[in-house]
């Protein structure tokens, strides 16, 4: 067993700047839980085109506001208490609230190794 406090994390290089916010990357691939789990930060007035490619991703809101969009256009809204869950290796959308970051928990499956940046310029989408 053991305990980490996201404090633990902001001096390693498993705290990231990815772009349009931030992200402690509290469980990683070295701790042998076979996911990943981050707090996750994401910049009111942002808009991030994602496609994680080889990861799973579940997101639980648990502060602030924002949206995912989907490639057909649908929009859902993003508050405190919801979960959205890309299982199909979802190309998306992620914005940040308008006047206030969007908090996540952030599940990754196969877990991160924990360095990994976004590169928010490629027009696929980024991802790891």
């Not at 506001?65 to 290796?89: A, K």
Request: aromatic content about 8%.
């Amino acid at each position: 067993m053991f305990v980490r406090h996201k404090s633990d994390i902001e001096n390693t290089a498993h705290f990231v700047e990815w772009g349009a916010g931030t992200s402690h990357r509290l469980l990683t691939e070295k701790d042998g839980m076979g996911y990943t789990v981050c707090h996750t930060v994401v910049r009111a007035g942002t808009e991030s085109l994602l496609h994680y490619r080889n990861h799973l991703e579940a997101c639980y809101c648990i502060a602030g506001e924002g949206e995912v969009e989907d490639m057909d256009g649908n929009v859902y809204p993003i508050r405190p208490g919801d979960i959205y869950v890309l299982d199909q290796h979802d190309r998306h959308y992620l914005r940040g609230g308008k006047e206030q970051d969007l908090v996540l928990v952030s599940v990754f499956n196969p877990p991160l190794k924990g360095d990994e940046r976004h590169n928010l310029t490629d027009k696929s989408g980024s991802g790891y």
